[in-house]
DNA sequence: ATATACACTGAATACTAATTCAATGAAAAT
DNA sequence: ATTTTCATTGAATTAGTATTCAGTGTATAT
């Protein structure tokens, strides 16, 4: 293994036990210290491979926004097409808290992606994290359920925008109390029926 | 007015000013200079009403505390009877959100003691926020709400649990954009139909 | 009218955590 | 085999805020 592909590998530690720690116990209190004695390594090494906190946040951030792209990138029109919109967003739904117990990683991504929205972050993360925006491409799916009369009426960007904070917030709850089980996806879609 | 009663005001205005800031940029991003201005006083005078900023956290999150149960006394077993579960949620919410906009207290509460059960806030506070516990009032309602056949199966704890977690989403999205026009509260309880 | 208490100020200090840095050793390149 | 590079360390420094403090003036009590 290159030097180069070793450091990448060490980047790639460092920034998945940020994430971890960043949900769990929040950026402010997580020290960059906790994060060092997590991956293992010394504190200085930090500053090695991220020129401040505020910046690994923001990596971890930019991490999280591209994968929310390319995710999108894989859903062709005709899936949509196929599968009902109820049905799509209880499976995606499905899915992501299934990560939550063996595989946390896009569980916490999602997790953080959302408060780096909302909560006191530094602004440059929560630039980059609304970005992405899920909301407006939920509203289509919404409109088109309501079109279907699977939803039932109202503001289809309002609805769109209260099904994620919902989820947020169901995830954010998860994301403190582990041993908490996960709902019925149903039930979450349940608010826009 | 006595001095003990002027210093009583003055000190409600510092925790009134308190629970905006801390809501509208978060705990961590919220200096104890800002809050001085705000009120406004100099930032050293601060120290002769709460001796840290750690315990002006604790002591708004004591007042949401008191508020919280009081509210629960005034609720009598004969109201419990006489209106249905949903409609007892949905009337809960509706007044909760029409807070939001023109007497933010009771919404800033909410969301903060959300906040205080759930992120990284000091811990002294946690454990006051989480000594007022909501969800297990609500799964009784939830219950109720079961055997009249008005909201779909599974477990009531953990249905109160994700309902609460929904609506602390809902609220916190609201807290970062003043602009957000309130969703019904109908979809939110539809979540337990 | 005088004395006392205390609300009040803002500059000085203390503290905590991020950040830097000089030194070290091991791997890669020559 | 030697040189060069650079990952690594942890103690020292810096920076940002909370907190303290020595005074000051004004309202209350006597």
Redesign the interface.
């Known amino acids: 293994m290159t030097r180069k592909e070793q450091k990448e590998e060490r980047r790639k530690a460092i920034l998945m036990t940020a994430l971890t720690l960043f949900v769990e116990?929040?950026?402010?209190?997580?020290r960059i210290t906790d994060i060092a004695e997590a991956v293992p390594m010394s504190t200085g090494l930090m500053f090695h491979y991220f020129k401040s906190k505020e910046e690994l946040l923001l990596e971890v951030v930019k991490m999280g926004a591209e994968g929310t792209k390319s995710l999108r990138k894989g859903i062709t029109p005709d899936m949509m097409a196929q599968v009902q919109p109820d049905q799509y967003l209880v499976g995606f739904l499905r899915k992501m808290l299934s990560y939550a117990k063996d595989e946390p990683w896009v569980f916490h991504m999602f997790v953080l992606m959302g408060q780096a929205?909302?909560?006191?972050m530094p602004e440059e993360s929560r630039q980059v994290a609304l970005s992405v925006d899920i909301v407006d491409d939920t509203a289509g799916l919404v409109a088109k359920g309501q079109k279907d009369g699977i939803f039932?009426g109202?503001?289809a960007k309002?609805?769109s925008?209260?099904f994620w904070?919902?989820?947020?917030?169901?995830m954010?709850?998860m994301a403190?109390d582990k041993d908490?089980?996960a709902?019925?996806p149903e039930?979450?879609v349940?608010?826009?029926?």
């Open positions: 116990k929040g950026y402010y209190d997580t929205r909302r909560t006191g039932h109202g503001d309002l609805m925008r209260c904070a919902s989820v947020q917030g169901i954010e709850e403190m908490m089980k709902p019925n039930w979450i349940g608010l826009l029926r």
